[in-house]
């Protein structure tokens, strides 16, 4: 009898036979083999949703009118799954779509500002998810979620931002 280490609960198990310990080996490759695809899925995933942001970003600029069109592509945007440790410990929810930081455009950096240079946050996986992974909704509010921060980047606070619709 030979002696084999199941992972499943931690518990050993005893076997005897050639056959029996085979098919534990081949379920863990299969565990092993789900892990990978799984692994690769998540990362295409990511891949995907950026793909598509992106797209609605050009596309949301070019319809902007020239003036603010111009802004805007002075300003670049930052595509992550989720906002960082930083972000979270600043104050911001986990949850949150966009973020805007730096200094507005036409401002200049005041003295006790840290220098941060203006960019736009989209955290995709998290628009994702409250998309509830529909695409059409995502693509929307990732235009909504762009120009959001977009609006923040222009100066305007947060009841100017909601008077254009843009909340």
């Known amino acids: 009898m030979r002696r084999v280490v199941l992972g499943y609960g931690g518990r050993d198990a005893t076997v005897g036979g050639k056959f029996r310990e085979d098919r534990i080996f081949f379920r863990r490759l299969a565990c092993i083999r789900v ?19 992106r797209q609605v970003v050009a596309s949301a600029q070019k319809r902007l009118p020239p003036a603010v069109r111009t802004a805007a592509e002075q300003v670049p945007v930052c595509y992550e799954p989720h906002p960082n440790e930083a972000i979270v410990a600043e104050g911001w929810e986990p949850d949150i779509l966009g973020l805007f930081v730096g200094h507005e455009h036409g401002a200049e950096l005041r003295s006790d500002e840290t220098p941060l240079p203006p960019q736009i946050l989209l955290f995709l996986e998290n628009i994702w998810d409250y998309a509830e992974s529909d695409e059409e909704i995502y693509r929307d509010e990732v235009r909504l979620t762009y120009l959001h921060e977009l609006g923040h980047y222009l100066g305007w606070d947060e009841d100017e931002v909601a008077e254009r619709g843009l909340e």
């Open 35 to 53: 892990h990978l695809w799984f692994t690769e899925f998540v990362a295409m995933e990511f891949s995907r949703l950026t793909t598509l942001a």
